[in-house]
């Protein structure tokens, strides 16, 4: 076994090239997933490649650093549409782990019920995909690809996710139930983003996670919310067909509840966004 801790992303690249590692992070997720089996796989450490870390607003939006973890994000000054990921952030895990934890780490996990997805959805957040061959950029809708499975090619790992420029008049929300307070796996969580002027909704942005393989916008659901007052919500969820969300029953709750539930998290997300 060999546990690579290169200094640049040159050099992990290179890496990567070269053979087949298991790329960790702050490890998280990656070593309590081993259980009790010994360790036998070569290992590629990014947390020391300083192009992996920081917070950064670009021309065109912001760049958040594959090795940011998510003390970074709290920590950030960034603008009222990445609250909700900041409140993403505050429920991942407890303070030891959003201080090891990072975001691309959160993203190729792929768990259905992580935090970080949904917020980021939301913020159009878009992946960046470096190898020794050069760099792309998808969306992160069509990167987590189902449970456990991401759009990563051999030789790739993610550099960085980039959010495309906010307006000043977006605010968002992140709210999450489970079975207590803290230190829990969400039976369901929403995140919202949208633009409240002169009463009426705009820009609304809706993502769901824990309800399915997944997480998902609900783009049907955005549009029939778009140009409509906060009064008019709660009218307008109990109507809402949610079919696009594909839950499972398991210990945490069933799926009828799993989608019960839905409706009243994303309207009180839309509350809290609108008044944040």
């Not at 973890?69 to 709290?74: A, E, G, H, L, R």
């Not at 950030?76 to 990072?102: C, M």
């Amino acid at each position: 076994m060999e546990y690579l801790t290169p200094m640049s992303l040159d050099d992990a690249l290179a890496a990567l090239d070269a053979g087949e590692l298991s790329i960790i992070a702050g490890g998280t997720d990656w070593y309590p997933a081993q259980g009790e089996r010994p360790i036998e796989c070569d290992i590629l450490d990014v947390t020391r490649i300083a192009a992996l870390r920081g917070i950064s607003k670009a021309k065109d939006g912001w760049r958040i650093g594959a090795a940011s973890t998510w003390s970074d994000v709290i920590a950030a000054d960034l603008p009222a549409a990445f609250d909700g990921l900041k409140a993403a952030a505050r429920d991942v895990g407890s303070v030891q782990i959003q201080n090891a934890g990072t975001i691309a780490g959160n993203l190729c996990n792929a768990s259905p019920a992580a935090d970080g997805v949904p917020p980021l959805l939301a913020l159009k957040a878009l992946v960046e995909i470096c190898s020794a061959e050069g760099c792309r950029v998808v969306p992160l809708g069509t990167f987590i690809t189902g449970v456990r499975r991401v759009a990563l090619d051999k030789g790739e790992m993610v550099t960085a996710v980039i959010i495309p420029e906010t307006s000043a008049a977006l605010k968002s929300a992140f709210v999450k139930l489970g079975a207590r307070k803290y230190l829990v796996i969400s039976i369901a969580m929403v995140a919202v983003t949208c633009a409240l002027r002169d009463g009426v909704l705009s820009d609304v942005r809706i993502a769901v996670g824990s309800c399915s393989p997944v997480a998902k916008r609900l783009s049907a659901l955005e549009a029939a919310l778009e140009n409509q007052t906060l009064a008019q919500t709660d009218a307008i969820l109990a109507e809402a067909c949610l079919s696009a969300l594909a839950p499972i029953d398991d210990v945490r709750g069933s799926k009828e509840y799993r989608v019960d539930v839905v409706a009243t998290l994303i309207a009180q997300a839309l509350r809290e966004a609108s008044h944040g």
